[in-house]
């Protein structure tokens, strides 16, 4: 686990350069899943569902990454049949990186 969290923040400029190139084209937007909790992952997600269904903006793709503890494995793959969540070791170096460049 350690090595893989060392090769994904060391490959991570890469993917934040790749992201900037894409901006103009698609807006790529990350949203931290909290699933430690039921509670806090099905109000995440249905929020923004129903943010998401009023929203008509089309060039824009949104990224879901989640944590190491996950509290409920089968609700996480119902979700992953309609958002687009990858795992919280992948992501999360680029999540920190745009975080730190808007600042």
């Known amino acids: 686990m350690l090595i893989s969290k060392i090769f994904f923040y060391l490959i991570s400029p890469f993917f934040l350069f790749f992201v900037f190139i894409i901006f103009p084209f698609l807006k790529l937007r990350f949203f931290f899943l909290s699933a430690e909790r039921i509670e806090e992952l099905v109000y995440q997600t249905e929020s923004y ?46 999540f920190l990186d745009l975080k730190q460049s808007t600042l």
Do not use: A, M, W
């Open 49 to 94: 569902y129903l943010i998401k269904k009023n929203n008509t903006e089309k060039r824009q793709f949104d990224i879901f990454f989640t944590g190491d503890i996950i509290s409920n494995n089968f609700y996480l793959y119902l979700l992953k049949k309609n958002f687009f969540i990858l795992n919280g070791v992948i992501v999360f170096p680029i």
